[in-house]
């Protein structure tokens, strides 16, 4: 089960909660609006919004790095066809556990960036590392800002907590201490 343990605490709540990261992304994927105001009070439009794009743009850019290495590197973009979809998946997998941190693959993304424009550095192979790390730090992000939006929903909205208990995107009490 991929989650993050945190303490939510405001006015009408104070307690340890358990996060289920995976369920987080579902609830904003496959729950229609409607169904979470009626629920809740709330829409979640724009958070929903912001999910489904970083959903997109993941695999995008995985497709944007193949193409990017079958255009400058020929046919030895092959290898980026075979191993880039294998690390997207693993990485996708590793994201949605709650240990997963973004800070390292924030960094690597940021280096490669900025290595575009120095000036001894080949833009072709640094613009390749930029593509894909971006697709693999879209789909780390998915997961963490998911979790985010799902603890901050629960603090500001007593409903919400409860609903979001009983679809099992927090979880709290005996199941929280398994």
Not at 13 to 31: H, K, P, Q, S
Not at 149 to 172: C, D, H, P, Q
Request: net charge positive.
């Amino acid at each position: 089960m991929g989650d993050i343990k945190m303490s939510i605490s405001s006015k009408d709540i104070n307690t340890d909660v358990g996060i289920d990261l995976i369920e987080a992304r579902r609830l904003f994927m496959d729950i229609p609006s409607s169904v979470i105001l009626e629920n809740t009070g709330e829409s979640l439009l724009l958070e929903k919004r912001v999910i489904n794009i970083l959903f997109l743009l993941s695999p995008l850019f995985v497709v944007f790095s193949i193409l990017w290495s079958f255009y400058f590197f020929k046919y030895y973009g092959i290898i980026i066809l075979i191993v880039a979809p294998l690390i997207y998946f693993l990485n996708m997998g590793a994201s949605s556990k709650g240990s997963s941190r973004i800070t390292s693959i924030t960094f690597f993304l940021i280096l490669t960036i900025a290595s575009n424009f120095l000036k001894n550095v080949d833009y072709r192979f640094t613009g390749l590392l930029s593509l894909i790390t971006f697709s693999f730090w879209c789909t780390r992000y998915l997961y963490k800002i998911a979790g985010k939006f799902v603890e901050n929903f629960a603090i500001r909205n007593t409903k919400a907590f409860e609903w979001l208990s009983e679809y099992n995107v927090i979880y709290y009490g005996k199941e929280y201490h398994k």
